[in-house]
T-cell receptor, first 109, second 113 residues
Framework: RKEVEQDPGPFNVPEGATVAFNCTYS??????FFWYRQDCRKEPKLLMS???SGNEDGRFTAQLNRASQYISLLIRDSKLSDSATYLC??????????FGPGTRLSVLP | EADIYQTPRYLVIGTGKKITLECSQT?????MYWYQQDPGMELHLIHY???????EKGDLSSESTVSRIRTEHFPLTLESARPSHTSQYLC????????????FGQGTRLTVV
């Protein structure tokens, strides 16, 4: 079993749709959590950190459930420019970042 | 924008050549990483460093080697390139501690012919 698992995707949604991505992690020592966005043939870039209390940044909302070892990302009112691969990343204490395989999103006009 | 730079951005080279991919960061980060990623596939950690004179192999076996003589510089070398080395190589850095994000360079797309 992979340390970080994500929805396999791809997700094809119309503009304006709400889309939710799920991620689970197996290492209970994971200390910090992130969502990264990676455009085709580009480097990953931080979308948002994920905090225990949940956090929101504009149309994006991230949630963390430590008991279930589950992370989510909600995108509201999706735009064409949201099309990308979304990577769930965990950082266990004393270890390196663990990147999930990513979920590809295509927002269609 | 992250202050981490990779050169070259694109490289096409013949089999058997020695190559060095450069990575530099100006953020004073102790931790640096090299990842390998094929198109549409996952990131794989091939090397990492926790500071000067510290280098470790990552999760994915690689024929490449790295060095960390200066904090800001983490070059990756392939002594004899092969077509199987064709891939994108991404360098990243982060502060010490487990609550910090990783910053990525723009990557080097390597093609070995």
């Amino acid at each position: 079993r992979k340390e970080v698992e994500q929805d396999p995707g791809p997700f094809n949604v119309p503009e304006g749709a709400t889309v939710a991505f799920n991620c689970t992690y197996s290492n209970s020592a994971s200390q910090s959590f992130f969502w990264y966005r990676q455009d085709c043939r580009k480097e990953p870039k931080l979308l948002m950190s994920v905090y225990s209390s949940g956090n929101e940044d504009g149309r994006f909302t991230a949630q963390l459930n430590r008991a279930s070892q589950y992370i989510s990302l909600l995108i509201r009112d999706s735009k064409l420019s949201d099309s990308a691969t979304y990577l769930c990343v965990v950082n266990p204490i004393g270890q390196n970042f663990v990147f999930g395989p990513g979920t590809r999103l295509s927002v269609l006009p | 924008e992250a202050d981490i730079y990779q050169t070259p951005r694109y490289l096409v080279i013949g089999t058997g050549k020695k190559i060095t991919l450069e990575c530099s960061q100006t953020m004073g980060h102790d931790k640096m990483y090299w990842y390998q990623q094929d198109p549409g596939m996952e990131l794989h950690l091939i090397h990492y460093s926790y500071g000067v004179n510290s280098t470790e192999k990552g999760d994915l076996s690689s024929e490449s080697t790295v060095s960390r003589i200066r904090t800001e510089h983490f070059p990756l070398t392939l002594e004899s390139a092969r077509p199987s080395h064709t891939s994108q190589y991404l360098c990243a850095s982060s502060e010490a501690g487990s609550d910090t994000e990783a910053f990525f360079g723009q990557g080097t797309r390597l093609t070995v012919v």
